[in-house]
C-alpha cells in the first residue's frame, strides 16, 4: 500500500487540517513532511480556493471568493538529497478523486473581484457544478455535454531561493507600477484582468507549520517578515507552480529545477480536466484529489536547463507527456488572428488571436441552444486544444481551438440545412437550466468562516 505522507479532510478549513498547508512561496516555510528518493507516496489536496465554493446553485460563493487565500497547497515535503543546481524528477504513478468528495465547479469571477480572460464580455460572476463518475463527468447546468477527464495537479513546484524571490516580486511590481502610465504595455489595454500581478499580502497568507494570518499577522515578527516577501501563487515561474498545465497527468515525468535545500516540492489546484488556457480563470473543473509520486534527484542537473535571461536562475521545468490521455477522433476547430474585436491591428500578438479564436467559438456554439457563459466555462473545461498556429506572417499571430465533437449528444457542425438550426437549439433552451449566475457589481471578498 502507498504511504499517505499528507492527508486533508476537504469538509474541514485549511487551516483546520491535521498537516499545515500553506498558500505562499518563500524558502523559510519549513517542511511538512520528508521522502526519500525512489518511495512511492501519495498526496491529498483540497481545492485551490480551501473549500469556499459550494457544491449547490448558486454563484454568489463564486462572486465573493476570498482570492487572498489561494492556492491552497500541500507540502513542502523535503528529499533530503536535493541540494540548489539539481534536478528534482517527478514521477506521476496516479491521480485521482477523494473518497465521498466525487464533485468539482467551474466558474468565472465577478470582474471587480479577479475577473478573467473575456470579463469585458462577461462581467458576472458564474458556475457550474461537475458529477464526477468514475472517468466522466456531466454537469447540471451545461446539459448535453459529458466527456473523460484528465486529472491534474494544476498547481506544482520548488519553493524559490532567497534570490530568486527577488527576482519575481521586482519584476512584477514593476509592472504592476507601470499601469496607467507611459510604460503601460499595450496588452493592457485589451484585457481586462486586475490586478496586472498579485504582490505578496499578509492578509490572508498561510505559512504552513508558522501559522495563519488570524493569529499571527501583527503578532510575530518572523511571520511578519516572511509574509511580506511571500510570493503569490497565482502565476507559474521558474520553480513550476500555477502553470495550469492538463497534460501533467498519469505516467507524465516533470523534471524541476532545485532552488533550495531539499528542494520543498509543494502542489495543489487539482483538476479534473481542462481545457488549453484555462480561460475562464476559475477555470477547469476544480476539485480536491490526491496525487501518488515518485521522486528522484539529478545532481547538478540544472545545468541541461536553458537559462534564458539575466540569470542563471532564469530556467524552466520540462517534462514528459504520460501515455494516458482521453482519445478524440473529430475535432472542430476556430481560428483567431490577432485583431481586436474593436478591429485595431495588433502586431503578432498570439494573445488577441487566442480570445478571438474563443469568442468565434462561444459565438458559434450559442448558435445550438447553449447561452454565451455555458459555453465559456465548457471552453475553460472540457478537453479542447488551443495552438499557435503562426507567428512570424506579420502582423497577424493565428490562434486555434479545437473541440473534440464527441462530447456532445448532438451534432455542432454547421448543418446542411441551416432551417434545422433552431429545432436543434431550442432542446437546450426549453428543456434545461443555464449556469447559476449573480448581478454585476457589488462583490465583496468574504469568507464567513473566518468570522
Not at 487540517?17 to 526519500?36: F, K
Not at 448558486?58 to 465573493?64: F, G, L, T
Not at 519575481?168 to 484585457?191: H, M
Request: glycine fraction near 10%.
Amino acid at each position: 500500500m502507498v504511504k499517505t505522507i499528507i492527508s486533508v479532510d476537504p469538509k474541514k478549513a485549511p487551516w483546520e487540517q491535521e498537516t499545515p498547508l500553506h498558500n505562499r512561496w518563500h524558502p523559510d516555510i519549513p517542511p511538512v513532511a520528508t521522502v526519500e528518493q525512489g518511495q512511492v507516496f501519495r498526496v491529498e489536496c483540497v481545492d485551490w480556493t480551501g473549500g469556499q465554493i459550494h457544491n449547490n446553485d448558486s454563484a454568489e460563493d463564486i462572486k465573493n471568493v476570498d482570492l487572498s487565500q489561494v492556492h491552497y497547497l500541500s507540502g513542502p515535503i523535503q528529499i533530503p538529497d536535493a541540494a540548489p543546481g539539481d534536478l528534482l524528477k517527478v514521477e506521476f504513478l496516479n491521480l485521482g478523486t477523494l473518497d465521498g468528495d466525487e464533485w468539482g465547479f467551474t466558474g468565472t469571477f465577478a470582474q471587480e473581484n479577479g475577473g478573467g480572460f473575456l470579463t469585458d464580455h462577461y462581467p458576472a460572476a458564474s458556475k457550474a457544478i461537475w458529477d464526477i463518475e468514475g472517468i466522466y463527468c456531466s454537469s447540471r447546468h451545461i446539459p448535453g455535454v459529458r466527456f473523460a477527464g484528465l486529472i491534474h495537479p494544476g498547481l506544482i513546484g520548488t519553493a524559490p531561493s532567497k534570490e530568486l524571490l527577488e527576482m519575481w516580486n521586482t519584476r512584477e511590481a514593476t509592472l504592476v507600477n507601470e499601469e496607467g502610465t507611459d510604460a503601460e504595455k499595450t496588452l493592457c489595454g485589451c484585457l481586462s484582468t486586475r490586478p496586472l500581478a498579485c504582490l505578496p499580502q499578509a492578509k490572508g497568507a498561510m505559512l504552513g507549520k508558522l501559522g495563519h494570518f488570524t493569529t499571527k499577522e501583527g503578532k510575530d515578527e518572523t511571520w511578519d517578515a516572511i509574509a511580506g516577501e511571500a510570493a503569490r501563487t497565482v502565476p507559474g515561474r521558474e520553480n513550476g507552480g500555477n502553470c495550469d498545465i492538463k497534460n501533467l497527468s498519469r505516467g507524465c515525468t516533470v523534471y524541476f529545477p532545485v532552488f533550495v535545500p531539499g528542494a520543498n516540492l509543494s502542489m495543489g489546484d487539482m483538476h479534473f480536466s481542462q481545457g488549453d488556457g484555462e480561460v475562464s480563470f476559475c477555470g477547469a473543473i476544480e476539485m480536491s484529489g490526491f496525487l501518488e509520486l515518485k521522486c528522484s534527484v539529478i545532481k547538478d542537473g540544472m545545468k541541461i536547463l536553458p537559462a534564458v535571461g539575466p540569470s542563471p536562475l532564469s530556467v524552466n521545468p520540462i517534462f514528459e507527456i504520460g501515455p494516458l490521455e482521453p482519445r478524440y477522433s473529430e475535432w472542430l476547430v476556430f481560428e483567431g488572428v490577432s485583431v481586436d474585436e474593436k478591429g485595431v491591428q495588433h502586431y503578432l500578438d498570439a494573445t488577441i488571436a487566442y480570445k478571438r479564436a474563443v469568442l468565434n467559438c462561444i459565438k458559434y456554439l450559442a448558435k445550438f441552444g447553449y447561452t454565451e457563459q455555458q459555453v465559456y466555462l465548457m471552453l475553460s473545461c472540457i478537453p479542447c486544444e488551443g495552438r499557435i498556429s503562426g507567428i512570424v506572417d506579420v502582423p497577424n499571430a493565428v490562434a486555434t481551438l479545437a473541440i473534440p465533437l464527441a462530447i456532445f449528444d448532438r451534432d455542432v457542425r454547421p448543418p446542411s440545412d441551416m432551417s434545422k438550426l433552431e429545432q436543434l437549439a431550442s432542446g437546450i433552451r426549453i428543456l434545461e437550466k443555464d449556469v447559476c449566475m449573480t448581478e454585476v457589481g457589488g462583490a465583496v471578498p468574504y469568507d464567513p468562516r473566518l468570522g
